[in-house]
């Protein structure tokens, strides 16, 4: 027995750093048929062991026992809804009332790309992943952690044990969503009519063994509350802090000074989204400096310092 916890511990690090590297980096170490075994055998001894098995082991991504039910869950940070923008006028509009309130000449903006998929927010806590959520409506959302424990990217564990709550977007890849379909219609199933109903669908099943069958994706992009590490001075570092802590963040975000260059972002992804393997709906532009967006407030729904350029719906999904 004292073997097999020793293997099981061996077995638990090597898959959750294969995990971080092939889903988060990008960049696989070893193949899947080698990370397949490796699984297999930990589930083995997980059934063996059934004592041994903890909430982060990475044998919970291939999915637990079907719920009967989501239960609800409260964000004590409301989720809350962004301010559209449909025309460079808006744009200008948006950064003009922010340097009337703030009194500055030049605002520094993140440009992020704006995910078509469904925002979710984690609970890790001393590093641990104990709960994701669905948005709901904002304050109210559901308690859907076993499926969102499935999705390879998503480390169980962060790399520093600290206690915070992050939001982000989970979403279905492109291709995968054309398997998915593709499978439906040899089953005679209705499709799904794009990809983001996709990832819906497949993170409100009861049962996570299918949420584990779908190959969901995440990109995460906000703290929520934070202990036991210092809080960013700006949105820039709060980024740099979910990747240091293992967090799979989008590559494609710039920080900018001034709206011109926002305008040069927004105009480049108009032209070149259907290049990425994701869909995207718009650019999230939003204030880099955290102590401005705390001067800035919000409004009854969305806040005062983040806006989302809107594109017109992709035609077709093309890979
Ligand atoms: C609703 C939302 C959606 N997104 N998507 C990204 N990339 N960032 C981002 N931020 C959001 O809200 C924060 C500005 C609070």
Redesign the pocket.
Known sequence: RAEAEQRIQTLRTELEEYNYRYHVLDDPTVSDAEYDRLMAELLRLEEVYPDLVTPDSPSVKVGGEPLPYFEKVEHRIP????GNAFSFDDLQDFDERIRRLSGRESIDYVC????DGL?VSLRYEDGVMVRGATRGDGRTGENITQNLKTIRSLPLRLRELVTLEV?G?AFLPKKEFERINRVKEERGEALFANPRNAAAGSLRQLDPKLAAERTLDI?L??IGEMEGVQNPLTHTASLDLLQKLGLKV?PERVTVKGIDDVMDFVNHWREHRMELGYEIDGI?I?VDDLALREQLGFTAKS?RW?I?YKFPAEEGVTV
């Open positions: 989720m809350l809804s962004l992020e790309l704006k995910i925002a939001r977007e990109f992009y906000g989008n999230v939003k806040p983040a989302a």
